[in-house]
């Protein structure tokens, strides 16, 4: 059964930074392009940045400069390094495939920026 684990989140001022962590179980990870997706209240879900099994990445404009994805496929985990955070970046965070369907979603993991 496919589990994915979300962490790092926080509450941060303006201009800082946060590091998001997934983990993945129960899938053969390296086989699946995976996205960050994130959902403020009101809003709805959307892909902020997604990375292929050998490393192309694609940003969402809003976070283009300021977010970073990475993924480790021998520790089945995917990374997502968040600097010059926005207020505008607050929101849930979750992990998922970024291809042709996703799996079921993790619990996430709360980014809030303010001051």
């Known amino acids: 059964q496919v589990q994915l684990v979300e962490s790092g989140g926080g509450l941060v001022q303006p201009g800082g930074s946060l590091r998001l962590s997934c983990a993945a179980s129960g899938m053969i990870f390296n086989l699946y392009r995976m996205g960050w997706y994130r959902q403020a209240p009101g809003k709805e879900r959307e892909l902020v940045a997604a990375i292929t099994s050998y490393g192309s ?12 994805i990475s993924r480790d496929n021998a520790k089945n985990t ?15 965070y979750y992990c998922n495939r ?6 079921g979603w993790g619990q996430g993991t709360q980014v809030t920026v303010s001051s």
Do not use: H, I
């Not at 990445?57 to 970073?68: I, L, M, P, Q």
């Open 98 to 103: 970024a291809d042709s369907s996703t799996w």
């Open 57 to 68: 990445t694609n940003y969402a404009d809003s976070v283009k400069g300021r977010f970073t």
């Open 78 to 92: 995917v990374y997502l390094q968040m600097n010059s955070l926005k207020p505008e970046d607050t929101a849930l």
